[in-house]
């Protein structure tokens, strides 16, 4: 058995007969495309294509609930009810706070399942509430490759090809418009995208998170979550590449690390160093 409780979570629930088309023209997710019982990625970006909010969302009897860092609940609520204006929708906090992660076994009444790590072939379930520690699940993640914000960057700092939604289902190409839509598919249109998520894994305990990854004296990203001999990082490929191909060590802090892409991505590292 396999399980954490995660106290930092908080959720948002959103109700209503346009409550679907209200979100749709809102967040990342193309949620025509969400199934009941799955919790995909989301985020709601800033003009600029960058994440503001960073959430999970999936589908209710009436609506949906969205989970996200507790401390931005509030915060989300207020920036949804501003672009609500006269849309038939609710916009509510449930009750229960903090949220209960189970894997390895079997799924709980009420839970749904994390499409993010479902791409690594893990199942893993979330529901509202619970309590106990969140031991192993940032071990899991780390495995998994599936970032938190906060812990893997920060909010207004990002954008969504940095942590693989345009490969873990978080972000669409396809739906339509939403807040920030035009720079993210620039990006993928140009394949521009050069920061991304990688596995971080080191033969010795891994320095602390915020250590800057270095090769051939350029910072290349810093680390974010850390547990033990592993961790999760967002780095510049193309310079990790390049490294990579001429057998120049990479370094967080003085540690020699090596760098993973995802399996689960489908990508490769980029040989070619850009010059931005």
């Known amino acids: 058995m396999a399980r954490a409780f995660l106290a930092t979570r908080g959720w948002i629930a959103v109700s209503g007969p346009e409550a679907s088309d209200f979100l749709q023209g809102l967040i990342t997710t193309d949620l025509d495309h969400l199934e009941a019982g799955a919790a995909a990625p989301g985020a709601l970006l800033t003009p600029q294509g960058k994440i503001m909010f960073f959430f999970m969302i999936s589908k ?8 996200t860092d507790a401390e931005m609940v509030d915060t989300l609520v207020k920036r949804l009810t501003m ?20 894997w390895a076994e079997a799924q709980l009444a009420g839970s749904v399942k994390d499409l993010r790590f479902a791409k690594a072939g893990i199942d893993l379930y979330r529901l509202p509430g619970g309590s106990g520690a969140p031991d192993g699940y940032d071990a899991l993640r780390a495995e998994a490759g599936v970032p938190e914000a906060g812990a893997d960057f920060a ?4 954008f969504p090809h940095d942590i693989l939604f345009d490969k873990s289902g978080g972000v669409s190409f396809k739906k339509g418009c939403y807040v920030g839509q035009e720079v993210v598919s620039r990006m993928q249109h140009r394949s521009t995208a050069r920061r991304r998520l990688v596995t971080v894994s080191s033969d010795t305990t891994l320095p602390a998170t915020g250590t800057e ?3 051939g004296g350029k910072v290349i990203g810093a680390l974010g979550t850390v547990t033990g001999r592993t961790g999760l990082a967002i780095i510049r490929i193309d310079r990790a590449g390049a490294a990579l191909a001429a057998g120049t ?8 690390v090596t760098v993973t892409l ?14 931005d």
Do not use: C, N
């Open 249 to 256: 060590p990479i370094l967080a802090g003085e540690t020699p």
């Open 155 to 158: 909010l207004q700092d990002a």
């Open 213 to 215: 990854i270095r090769t």
């Open 83 to 102: 672009y609500k204006l006269r849309a038939k929708v609710d916009i509510g906090k449930p009750a229960e706070t903090g949220a209960t992660v189970v």
């Open 60 to 67: 209710t009897d009436d609506g949906f609930l969205i989970e």
């Open 262 to 275: 995802p399996a689960w991505s489908g990508l490769e590292f980029i040989t070619a160093e850009s010059e």
